[in-house]
């Protein structure tokens, strides 16, 4: 099962979300998808529109919240290997 927060939101916004969670940039998520950065930047507009988030980071913090163990795992992982 999908976390509520995907469900609002088309594929490729799933996708860029996904990337966002684990902690890509906009340059890495662009590159990554081959899409333009004001595409990038559309779908991140879209799912912050649609997930009623005020910025990034709370749409990943929701996405955490929304999302299954394994979800959650994901991105404790990822969040750890991040530099203090």
Do not use: W, Y
Request: contains cysteine; glycine residues 6%; hydrophobic residues 40%.
């Amino acid at each position: 099962m999908k976390p509520r927060i995907l469900n609002l939101l088309t594929p490729a916004e799933q996708r860029v979300v996904m990337l966002l969670l684990e902690g890509l940039n906009n340059r890495a998520i662009s590159k990554r998808l081959v899409i333009s950065h004001r595409t990038l930047e559309c779908h991140i507009s879209r799912a912050l529109r649609k997930s009623g988030c005020r910025n990034r980071l709370e749409l990943v913090f929701g996405l955490i919240r929304d999302g299954d163990p394994a979800l959650n795992r994901q991105a404790a992982g990822k969040m750890q290997s991040m530099p203090a």
